[in-house]
């Protein structure tokens, strides 16, 4: 399929590039940091090659949200930010931008989304799990968007009507004990999933979308997990009538299948496409690759060949994205 548009594709700056460094092992690191810090070269040839017209970029993992002191944060940011608008005007056509934000300082991370979207023309954010504050634990303490003093920030997110994609990062070693002795379960293998499907649990129970039921929040690898477990997560123990013990005003089901947008990325599995269809519609689900922590020709060689519809196939291919980031205007 031509045309298709990818919105979790990573990129990075000197200052981040060493925070990718630990997700290969040996000699794999030369051809991550190259694959990290091209844009309009290599990374522009695959995509002609394989049928993909844009990507929307975004800084590598954890990056600005591991900086625990505020100022140096909002600095970095800022920087990439800068980088990336400049990478983009270089072909406008195919390529477009995902903001960082200091989420360590909610106000500033608002302030920054708006310059982002309103000067820049970047289309959203992408945020790397929670942040970490060297004034909340000297900075080991996980701060997660669900809490009270992120509100502003959602509103602003709101009024702005943007996306925002939650990207996975490992969890901190104070709440990693359950993987120790097997580091094989960090990363993309289980941890990137688990940690980022609790912070997306803790956002729908929080009311959030009851107080701001127009957010659009975005989640790779086909849900990270969620949809599996979707029936479950409402549906425990439903013998039991008592009401919920969270803020929220309805089940998590229809925050997640009305606010909520999935991504093929680092997930090239067409029965895992297709429960996640089955769970949230083809309306909701976007092509991306995870680029360049996975292959563009292995996202693009099974997408175009899974065995879906072709009306589909275009749908999540394209039409979605260009919809809800208003590329088609």
């Not at 996980?142 to 939650?166: G, H, I, K, N, Q």
């Amino acid at each position: 399929m031509n045309g298709k548009i990818g919105l979790e594709e990573h990129w990075a700056i000197p200052e981040t590039l060493q925070d990718s460094a630990g997700f290969v092992p040996g000699t794999f690191w030369d051809e991550l940091q190259d694959r990290l810090l091209d844009v309009n070269g290599r990374r522009l040839k695959l995509m002609d090659e394989h049928g993909i017209e844009k990507m929307i970029l975004s800084l590598n993992a954890p990056a600005v949200q591991a900086i625990p002191v505020r100022a140096r944060a909002i600095e970095v940011a800022q920087r990439a930010n800068d980088a990336l608008a400049k990478q983009c005007e270089e072909h406008p056509d195919r390529f477009r931008a995902f903001a960082a934000l200091p989420l360590q300082d909610p106000e500033a991370a608002a302030a920054e989304l708006r310059r982002c979207v309103t000067e820049l023309g970047f289309v959203g954010a992408l945020v790397n799990g929670f942040s970490q504050d060297e004034s909340m634990g000297g900075g080991q303490e996980p701060l997660y968007y669900d809490l009270p003093r992120y509100r502003p920030f959602w509103a602003e997110v709101a009024e702005l009507d943007v996306p925002f994609y939650l990207h996975p990062r490992n969890p901190l070693p104070a709440d990693a004990r359950i993987y120790a002795d097997h580091p094989w379960l960090l990363g993309p293998t289980w941890a990137f999933a688990q940690e980022t499907a609790v912070h997306a649990l803790r956002l729908m129970a929080s009311g959030l979308f009851d107080e701001h039921p127009s957010l659009k929040i975005i989640l790779g690898h086909m849900g990270e997990g969620i949809p599996a477990m979707l029936w479950r997560i409402d549906n425990r123990n439903a013998w039991v009538d008592l009401p919920p013990t969270y803020p929220a005003k309805r089940k998590l089901a229809e925050y997640f299948t009305e606010n909520f947008y999935l991504t093929t990325s680092g997930n090239f599995r067409t029965q895992t496409l297709i429960d996640a269809m089955l769970e949230v519609g083809a309306d909701r689900i976007m092509f991306s690759t995870d680029w360049p922590f996975e292959n563009i020709d292995h996202a693009a060689n099974w997408f175009d060949s899974a065995s879906i519809s072709e009306g589909d196939r275009l749908k999540i291919g394209r039409t979605n994205a260009l919809s809800l980031f208003g590329l088609d205007r």
